[in-house]
């Protein structure tokens, strides 16, 4: 894939797979899930994986909302593992389509099954509300619609609020080195493909503006020799982890207010810029 073949308003390769995703039995093998590099792991026990994997994420979200009442959901939130490690003054609100995976979720978290890839209708975004603070991770690669989905974390914002977006980067330095090969091509459920640069394009342009972006590796138990040294060998049969690999976006959402006078400025700007070129 070349990321710069697409055009100025497409944000993602999308493959037609068949997999079980839609059909809400994504989470039914979890118990017995085999992951890239072959292993065998049950993802109801890795609560403790889970939160050291997102203790960037946590902390940050943690640091900067100071508010006494603070609202947070988790759109694609599985088991609510997240969500579980916020106190009681958080209020904890989880969208997830999985019958299964509801079942397991903690009593104090409130859960609804809205299918994500359909923009939220008035009646639903009024009984959620707004929140402080918009998570998802690993959640927007496996939807047909990831546009409707960035349009419905802005929604759920507050003015200002935060977003935290974790996603595979399909063109990390890895990806294209080992192609077929890397390993996020490897789930048949994985059908929207990003890159750094397209979604940070498609972030901008649905209201947001960029903290920082994020690629956590170093400080997880993947950074060790065994697979520093897999990076030499292309005949590997899947790709090793690697820094870039992963990418999380901390966003801040703009006010409409904010979003009208930027309009204005590139109206102005670029219209200028666009009479110098002729």
Not at 104 to 111: E, L, T, Y
Not at 178 to 184: A, D, E, L, S, T
Not at 226 to 236: F, I, M, R, T, V
Not at 237 to 263: A, D, H, V
Request: hydrophobic letters at 35%; glycine letters at 4%.
């Amino acid at each position: 894939m070349n990321f710069f073949e697409l055009g100025f308003d497409k944000f993602f390769f999308k493959f037609k797979k068949k997999n079980n995703f839609k059909k809400n039995k994504y989470w039914e093998g979890s118990s017995t899930f085999i992951d890239p590099d072959g292993k065998k792991r049950n993802l109801l026990k890795e609560r403790k994986k889970k939160l050291n994997d997102l203790k960037n994420e946590i902390s940050f979200i943690k640091k900067n909302v100071k508010k006494t009442k603070k609202r947070i959901i988790d759109l694609g939130c599985g088991f609510g593992f997240f969500l579980s490690d916020f106190n009681e003054k958080w209020e904890k609100v989880g969208i997830e389509l999985s019958n299964y995976a509801v079942e397991k979720v903690q009593k104090d978290i409130k859960i609804y099954q809205y299918d994500l890839n359909k923009i939220l209708e008035k009646e639903k975004l009024k009984k959620l509300s707004k929140f402080d603070v918009v998570f998802s991770y690993h959640v927007i690669e496996h939807l047909n619609n990831p546009i409707n989905f960035v349009k419905n974390s802005y929604s759920l914002l507050k003015d200002n609020g935060i977003f935290v977006l974790g996603t595979p980067n399909f063109d990390s330095g890895v990806s294209r080195k080992f192609k077929k090969k890397y390993r996020f091509f490897h789930d048949k459920t994985h059908i929207s493909f990003f890159s750094e640069n397209s979604l940070f394009r498609l972030l901008t342009i649905c209201g947001y503006e960029i903290i920082k972006v994020d690629y956590p590796f170093f400080e997880t138990e993947h950074f060790n020799k065994k697979n520093l040294l897999k990076l030499l060998n292309l005949k590997e049969k899947i790709s090793p982890p690697f820094y870039g690999n992963l990418m999380t976006f901390y966003c801040r959402k703009k006010s409409k207010k904010n979003l009208k006078r930027e309009l204005n400025f590139y109206k102005k700007n670029y219209s200028n810029l666009v009479k110098s070129l002729r």
